[in-house]
């Protein structure tokens, strides 16, 4: 009687054992293909065209007159969320290449550039999340304009 038993319980040892290669192997079946598509997805690098941004662009811009442009930077901001990176916008000055002024207006993940009026210091700013700002120039600084209207020239990659 005693051998029965242990036959019995050594039966089901390996069927417990079974089961368990059974199940990791399908977990690493199913674990290995999606670390790898995710990983693949994360990484995947398309260019970006220009077309892809309308009439902004992540460059340095210069103003329709050519006295001052403006550059974008990403960087930490010391302002409301301090664990999100933030464009920085510097407006310098040609000629001397003093910055003049400086602003954030987006997170880095959201933004997709800059562009300035063809008749004016008027900057525009693209925004995946917001969307296309005006930031008015008004004595020495550029102040968001929510009240402005897009200029037909300035065509945004939402268009």
């Known amino acids: ?10 039966e089901q040892l390996r069927k417990k054992i079974f089961s368990i290669t059974i199940l990791v192997f399908a977990g690493i079946c199913i674990l290995i ?5 995710l990983y693949d997805f994360s990484h995947r690098e398309e260019p970006v065209r220009q077309e892809d941004y309308g009439s902004f662009t992540t460059q340095t811009v210069v103003s329709y007159d050519g006295k001052l442009s403006a550059q974008c930077t990403p960087e930490k901001y010391n302002g409301r969320n301090k664990l999100t990176r933030q464009i920085r ?6 000629e001397t290449k003093e910055t003049v002024y400086s ?4 997170r880095v993940w959201d933004f997709w550039g800059i562009c300035w009026e063809s008749d004016s210091y008027n900057l525009w700013i693209q925004s995946g999340d917001t969307g296309v700002h005006c930031y008015k120039y008004e004595e020495g600084e550029w102040i968001q304009d929510y009240d402005a209207v897009r200029p037909a020239d300035i065509i945004s990659k939402y268009d």
Not at 89 to 94: A, R
Not at 103 to 106: C, E, K, L, T, V
């Open 1 to 10: 009687m005693n051998l029965y038993r242990q036959e019995e319980e050594g």
């Open 33 to 37: 293909p999606l670390v790898w598509f």
């Open 89 to 94: 916008i510097d407006i310098k000055n040609t």
């Open 103 to 106: 602003f954030f207006p987006a």
